[in-house]
């Protein structure tokens, strides 16, 4: 089983920024691939952004400039810098592999409003 566990999120004005951080434990070692999702009110969760083992990256269109993935192999920890938030980057941020596994953490609100 995989367990993780997400953090960082909370109210901020458009504009702002606000750093996720996800702490991954049990069954990782063989995880290649890590990547943030999002659910907004009322919408499926999607796809944000994706880092590799080797360090590549991917982003959605609608956050590439703004937002940063990274993974911190000795902490187990994935982090994603977000900035320039938008009131449409408002939703509950989770972090899983890609794709995603079974098993989700509780995800982190991210509330972007004026």
């Known amino acids: 089983q995989v367990q993780l566990v997400e953090s960082g999120g909370g109210l901020v004005q458009p504009g702002e920024s606000l750093r996720l951080s996800c702490v991954a434990s049990?069954?990782?070692?063989?995880?290649?691939?890590w990547a943030w999702y999002r659910q907004a009110p009322g919408k499926q969760r999607e796809f944000v952004t994706s880092?590799?083992?080797?360090?590549?990256?991917y982003y959605v269109d609608s956050v590439k400039g703004r937002f940063t993935i990274s993974w911190d192999t000795a902490s187990k920890t994935v982090h994603l810098q977000m900035s320039s938030l938008k009131p449409e980057d408002t939703a509950i941020y989770y972090c899983?592999?890609?794709?995603?596994?079974?098993?989700w953490g509780q995800g982190t609100q991210v509330t972007v409003s004026s």
């Open positions: 899983n592999e890609d794709p995603p596994g079974p098993f």
């Open positions: 049990g069954s990782i070692a063989s995880i290649y691939r």
């Open positions: 880092i590799s083992a080797t360090g590549s990256t």
